[in-house]
């Protein structure tokens, strides 16, 4: 199976600083059709997940453009440029380039 | 508006069953994969099983491989999940998610085996 691996797993960040969440994959996850199924799922508290990013760098509709994706092959990043306070909760990247799919263990955001 | 409900969950004893299901609107349901994925009481997100747009192909992480069951009504768009043989570590909230594009995900519903 491909082991996700997320860093850091807590993430405190004074409002308005940047934020930045790496992801390792234990194998390239570009698959045979040439793209790369790497996507950023956010959780806020008591909801279910949302992805925000997916195919590496592409924004879902309505994610506002101070979050943006990165990365290539086995290495992946998650950028936020300004973090607001309902940027608040969990994020997990997850790969769906072979199956079975799987998520990082996931990296919880707080205000400091 | 786009809606998925998922549905069945509650609580059952070690080697019970139970029969989630899923109903999906507000999006072309036939043209989606589907999945079930999970998560354990603060612990992370786990994908259970996989499903493609006709049925014809199905996935599960090992741990579900052999007690549960994917599968999918499209006339009623309907996504579902048999769980047999339910072991302690299946506890968990259990979401259906849409893969069409677009990604959606329901609300979950909750599943608690215990004696």
């Known amino acids: 199976d491909v082991v996700v691996t997320q860093s850091p797993l807590s993430l405190p960040v004074t409002l308005g600083q940047p934020a930045s969440i790496s992801c390792r994959s234990s194998q390239s996850l570009v698959k045979s059709d040439g793209n790369t199924y790497l996507h950023w799922f956010q959780q806020r508290p008591g909801q279910s997940p949302r992805r925000l990013i997916y195919?590496?760098?592409n924004r879902d509709s309505g994610v506002p453009d101070r979050f943006s994706g990165s990365g290539s092959g086995t290495d992946f990043t998650l950028k936020i440029s300004r973090v607001e306070a309902e940027d608040v909760g969990l994020y997990y990247c997850g790969q769906t380039s072979l199956w079975p799919h799987t998520f990082g263990q996931g990296t919880k955001l707080e205000i400091k | 508006e786009v809606q998925l409900v998922e549905s069945g969950g509650g609580s059952v004893q070690p080697e019970g069953s139970l029969r989630l299901s899923c109903a999906a609107s507000g999006f072309t349901f036939s043209n989606s994969w589907m999945s079930w994925v999970r998560q354990a009481p603060g612990r992370g997100l786990e994908w259970v099983a996989h499903i493609h747009p006709g049925g014809s192909q199905t996935y599960y992480v090992d741990s579900s491989r052999g007690r549960f069951t994917i599968s999918r009504d499209n006339a009623k768009n309907s996504l579902y999940l048999q769980m047999n043989s339910l072991r302690a570590e299946d506890t968990a909230v259990y979401y259906c998610?849409?893969?069409?594009?677009?990604?959606?995900w329901g609300q979950g519903t909750l599943v608690t085996v215990s004696p």
């Open positions: 998610a849409a893969w069409v594009g677009q990604n959606y």
């Open positions: 195919k590496v760098s």
